[in-house]
Nanobody, 124 residues
Framework: VQLQASGGGLVQAGGSLALSCAAS????????MGWFRQAPGGEREFVATLSRNGGSADYADSVKGRFTISRDNAKNTVYLRMNSLKPEDTAVYYCAASTSIWGLRGRESAYSTWGQGTQVTVSS
């Protein structure tokens, strides 16, 4: 599996951005897809994840109600819609793919394949 993330950029606080992550794989619906982020000087942290059929989603408390993860299995793509962005959302955002069970969805170690990251910068 190879993942290609896109859609990052610079936005003012309160604004919105949409990230995309396209996967080059024939069995995309076998993968739980997630988004993680790493702020400057910080560790990579879980943001959101979506089950194989898109029926179940989970979010970090810090983004609940503001971010929405979705996927289009026909296009092998997962999306992250980010609304009401805050300066503390500034980070490099990574998409990731996992074949592990849903119960491990928030663990970085459960994801075996990672995209290259896309920078999101939110100005105050």
């Amino acid at each position: 599996v190879q993942l290609q993330a896109s859609g990052g950029g610079l936005v003012q606080a309160g604004g919105s951005l949409a990230l995309s992550c396209a996967a080059s794989v024939r069995t995309y619906n076998r993968y739980v897809m997630g988004w993680f982020r790493q702020a400057p000087g910080g560790e990579r942290e879980f943001v959101a994840t979506l089950s194989r059929n898109g029926g179940s989603a989970d979010y970090a408390d810090s983004v609940k109600g503001r971010f929405t993860i979705s996927r289009d299995n026909a296009k092998n793509t997962v999306y992250l819609r980010m609304n009401s962005l805050k300066p503390e959302d500034t980070a490099v955002y990574y998409c990731a793919a996992s074949t592990s069970i849903w119960g491990l969805r928030g663990r970085e170690s459960a994801y075996s394949t990672w995209g290259q990251g896309t920078q999101v910068t939110v100005s105050s």
